[in-house]
């Protein structure tokens, strides 16, 4: 059996910090701690004495709880602090069924259906009341934008910048693409709200020791932690920058997906349950999600200033660099290749990435060739095919020989089939499951309208 004991919070003028206590009895015991550091804005914190037991205090731990509880899988999870109702234990059951689904499929584990596991209760428990963590009316006009420091979140921040909001960066455990990000876009360390996520010790131990480990659906904690930050500092609105290609499964005819807690069901679930069970009066969006990769790819390309700050790369993100091997910046590399000079792209990257044809293997992963795509966050297959077959006809056009994986790509297929697609077709797109504020559709509409919008380099 896995527990969910309790939860604590402290709150300071400039703080607050949240410790979460799982356990498996008799076993082992995790204490992970949340510390949120409101910088500038603790002036608009909302003061509240901590409560062990607070309503939503208690549904972060819920969502923290999913790291731990997939070390053991075990068929029971008992729920101390709170009584859930049968809708709210669904809601939960498809968030892990769904948010670990490529954590059972890497880990042969069969996809499971309601049977996950039960969730029991103490005898004490009672059902959670409202919050009441809302002090006054959230204001319209400041926006919270998680930003992870790729060149999605640039495009948000700059989205807004031009629409005069007041801005509040929110970072969950920064890195320096973040802070760089940040600084180029005009924020300071001290405007910026952070959160520490420090993870148990003991859970990385068990990892080394064979416990079951894997992908977890991190932007379910992002959307939790942003939640209780815009509501602490009365924002009505929280932006996050999760595009409609996340939608894709990560294996072609399933339903798992690496994306799958940036995906639009998901985002339409978390609004739902938020809005019922924590009486959230804030706007919870994706200003990207009526967005293709490319549409992305083509506005970021015009933000030259972030082109040296930003990163995508996750196996390089400790020493701040691509490590130019893996999925994520091939992908980056070919869905930017279209719109930015193949000189700047290197000077970005550090190489041609188009060169290495040890890259073979996930480009086939990428557009299509082998069954899965790579376990990453990318875009669809049908971005990818249109953007190497963009640069291909770059290459021809500018009477250069292509570069090898080029060359290999040209001659498949899927060259063949996609070379004739019309660019014009992927920027005029918008899909239309979104949750945008109307105003703020009709001026991303108006931006991607513009003619001078998504030239080619």
Not at 63 to 75: H, N
Not at 108 to 113: C, M, N, T, V, Y
Not at 389 to 412: D, F, I, M, Q
Request: glycine residues 6%; negative net charge.
């Amino acid at each position: 059996m896995f527990a969910y004991k309790d939860c604590y919070v402290e709150h300071t003028p400039t703080t607050t910090r949240i410790v979460f206590h799982f356990e498996t009895p008799g076993c082992f015991e995790f204490r992970p701690v949340w510390q949120i550091n409101y910088g500038v804005h603790a002036k608009r914190k909302a003061e509240q004495a901590g409560m062990p037991t607070d309503t939503f205090i208690f549904h972060l731990g819920m969502v923290e709880m999913i790291s731990y509880w997939k070390a053991f899988c075990s068929p029971e999870i008992f729920v101390k602090p709170f009584l859930l109702s049968a809708e709210q234990q669904y809601w939960w059951k498809n968030l892990f069924r769904r948010g670990l689904g490529e954590f059972f499929h890497v880990n042969g584990i069969p996809q499971p259906g309601d049977d996950l596991f039960q969730f029991r209760f103490s005898g004490q428990a009672t059902s959670p009341a409202a919050p009441m963590l809302s002090y006054g009316q959230p204001d319209p006009g400041k926006v919270l934008v998680p930003v992870g420091g790729g060149k999605d979140s640039v495009v948000t921040l700059e989205f807004f910048k031009s629409l005069g909001y007041e801005i509040i960066p929110f970072v969950i455990n920064p890195r320096r693409a973040t802070t760089d990000v940040l600084e180029t876009a005009g924020f300071s360390p001290e405007e910026t709200v952070t959160m520490e996520r420090k993870m148990e010790p003991m859970l990385l131990d068990l990892n080394k020791k064979d416990y079951l480990n894997g992908h977890t659906p991190f932007s379910a904690v992002i959307a939790f932690a942003s939640a209780y930050v815009a509501n602490q500092l009365k924002i009505k609105n929280i932006a996050l920058s999760n595009e409609s290609s996340a939608n894709e499964p990560t294996i072609p005819g399933t339903g798992i997906n690496h994306q799958y807690s940036k995906s639009f069901a998901f985002e339409k679930d978390f609004r739902q349950y938020t809005a019922v069970f924590l009486e959230l009066n804030t706007e919870y969006f994706s200003l990207l999600r009526p967005l293709n990769e490319i549409q992305i790819a083509a506005l970021f390309s015009t933000y030259t200033d972030y082109h040296p700050a930003f990163k995508s790369c996750n196996a390089g993100s400790k020493e701040d660099i691509w490590c130019g091997q893996c999925s994520k910046c091939l992908f980056t590399y070919i869905v930017l290749s279209p719109f930015i000079p193949g000189d700047q792209m290197i000077t970005i990257f550090g190489k041609e990435l188009f060169s290495d044809f040890a890259l073979k293997g996930i480009l086939e992963e990428l557009c299509g060739i082998s069954p899965e795509k790579p376990f990453e966050c990318v875009g669809t297959i049908e971005e990818v095919n249109l953007a190497l077959s963009l640069s291909v006809l770059k290459w021809r056009n500018a009477n250069a020989g292509l570069p090898a994986l080029l060359e290999y790509y040209a001659e498949t297929g899927l060259f063949r089939e996609n070379a004739g697609q019309e660019l014009k077709r992927f920027l005029r797109t918008f899909d239309i499951d979104h949750f945008l504020p109307h105003d703020i559709e009709l001026v991303l509409k108006d931006k991607l309208s513009d003619d001078r919008f998504g030239n080619p380099a």
